[in-house]
């Protein structure tokens, strides 16, 4: 069976930098589950492995267009230590949720803390990167209507432990 839209995917894979860093494997968390054509993975590693099949091995580089994007500049902003009750225990590196202007949640990093505040940064970590991608396809099977319906995989493919 060939990788294709509305099919779960199992893969293992090996993600690193350009510099041949690891930056993510499947070998330490276990295979990834996807469904495939939902937007559950980046578009360029969704758009190698179509058409692929169990077994087959994909070594592919994706540029940042194709991955989580370029970073911007407007996404890094320095904010001052007033807007943090709990300023002295935050740390460079740690994440944080905050609500954009118009309301929506967004996850920023700290890439500097001073005397006056943090410096947040909203870009996904690796945006501007590109991202090397060694994968393996495992298994292939067609999505369910629960699966469909809600567009992501469920474990057994019977029920979904959470609310939509």
């Known amino acids: 069976m060939k990788v294709q839209n509305d099919h779960v995917i199992e893969i293992n894979y090996t993600l690193k930098s350009d510099s041949g860093e690891t930056i993510d494997t499947s070998d330490t968390g276990g295979p990834l589950f ?46 001052e ?23 929506h949640p967004l996850i920023v990093t700290i890439i500097e803390k001073s005397d006056d505040g943090l410096t947040l940064d909203g870009n996904h970590p690796l945006a501007g990167m590109n991202l090397n991608f060694d994968v393996e396809i495992k298994s292939v099977r067609v999505a369910t209507e629960n699966e469909l319906s809600h567009g992501h995989v469920h474990g057994d493919g019977s029920s979904c432990e959470h609310n939509h």
Not at 50 to 78: M, W
Not at 87 to 98: A, N, S, T, Y
């Open 81 to 103: 230590k007033a807007q943090f009750p709990n300023f002295d225990d935050m740390k460079v590196g740690q994440q944080l949720q905050v609500q954009t202007e118009d309301g």
């Open 34 to 79: 996807y469904l495939h054509g939902r937007q559950n993975i980046i578009p360029g590693l969704e758009s190698a492995l179509t058409g692929k099949e169990v077994n087959d091995k994909v070594s592919v580089r994706i540029e940042p267009k194709d991955a989580y994007g370029e970073r911007v500049d407007q996404l890094i902003q320095k904010i």
